[in-house]
């Protein structure tokens, strides 16, 4: 009988666990954190690197990203449950109460602000904060009113980067050109990158009213064209660094090769406009930022 309790109990914390992961999109939060954390080592000084305040920080970024994930998920719950890709959520299945979510995306967002705060800056935790309403209570309704969304979207999106550099800089050394250009390599890469997402999901997302792709028509070459811009945008974009003398050589070609084989996927996908190009696009967009974003650190000046 203790035998069986055992493994019942065992079995509901397994559940539980998982369903945390779930509600906090961990694995999404864990990537969203990575371009974090490449950002801060993107300014970091390294002969006085604290692998503590370096952790301090990782925590602080998982915990605000977690939290805006877990106040998206609570706001969509109704939505989730009209969606293949998110019917099985702990919220719209009631394995989870509304009320804990939200105690929990709170708890997580205030603890992640206060590391912010108290071990970095206050404009550290500003941003911080912008980063979770902005993404939770603007974007997410946003979603079904307009294609604008993505757009607001890919702002606290964008600000991963951009925090870490300043968590790693400011005051001593920040320098808001280079905050700028980690910010806006983000926040471009964001466009072709949802828009392929959405380009597969369309059907998913049109029962559930969601609207991603940058015509109201739907799947048009409209959402080629616009991905192609982008990309085109982000090639230019990113090439800065190298010609204001703060990634070398190396991290440039790396680079340059990227947003050539970005540009290219977007190129396909607008010749085509089929769902494989719309693949390729999101796979290369997959790729394409922490490749990016690592050549930067690795080739930084």
């Not at 993107?42 to 994930?69: E, K, M, P, Q, R």
């Not at 005051?171 to 280079?178: E, I, R």
């Not at 190009?277 to 490749?291: E, G, I, Q, T």
Request: glycine letters at 6%; proline letters at 4%; one cysteine or more.
């Amino acid at each position: 009988m203790s035998t069986t309790k055992a493994i019942s109990s065992n079995s509901l914390v397994l559940q539980k666990m998982k369903d945390y992961a779930l509600l906090t999109k961990f694995r999404l939060s864990l990537t969203v954190v990575l371009s974090g954390l490449l950002g801060y080592l993107f300014g970091a000084d390294f002969t006085a690197f604290n692998f503590a305040t370096f952790s301090l920080f990782v925590l602080s970024g998982l915990l605000i990203t977690c939290s805006a994930n877990a106040f998206n998920e609570v706001i969509e719950k109704d939505t989730d449950l009209l969606m293949e890709r998110t019917k099985n959520r702990p919220l719209p299945t009631g394995r989870m109460t509304i009320s804990e979510a939200i105690i929990t995306a709170g708890i997580m967002g205030v603890l992640g602000l206060m590391i912010l705060w108290l071990g970095f800056s206050s404009l550290a935790a500003i941003l911080g904060a912008i980063s979770i309403l902005s993404y939770a209570f603007i974007y997410t309704p946003m979603k079904k009113l307009s294609p604008a969304a993505v757009f607001v979207g890919a702002i606290p999106g964008a600000l991963p980067p951009a925090i870490g550099y300043v968590c790693a800089t400011y005051p001593a050394s920040f320098n808001l050109m280079h905050a700028s250009l980690l910010f806006f390599i983000q926040f471009l890469w964001q466009f072709p990158h949802f828009w392929a997402i959405a380009w597969l999901r369309y059907e998913d997302y049109l029962k559930a009213g969601i609207m991603m792709l940058p015509s109201k028509s739907g799947k048009t070459r409209f959402s080629a064209v616009n991905s192609l811009v982008y990309c085109a945008f982000l090639l230019v974009v990113s090439l800065l660094p190298y010609f204001l003398g703060l990634v070398n050589m190396a991290g440039s070609s790396v680079i340059l090769f990227c947003g050539v084989w970005f540009l290219w996927s977007a190129t396909q996908f607008y010749l085509k406009c089929d769902d494989a190009s719309a693949k390729k696009v999101l796979l290369a967009s997959f790729a394409y930022l922490p490749v990016v974003q690592l050549a930067m650190v690795l080739g930084r000046v």
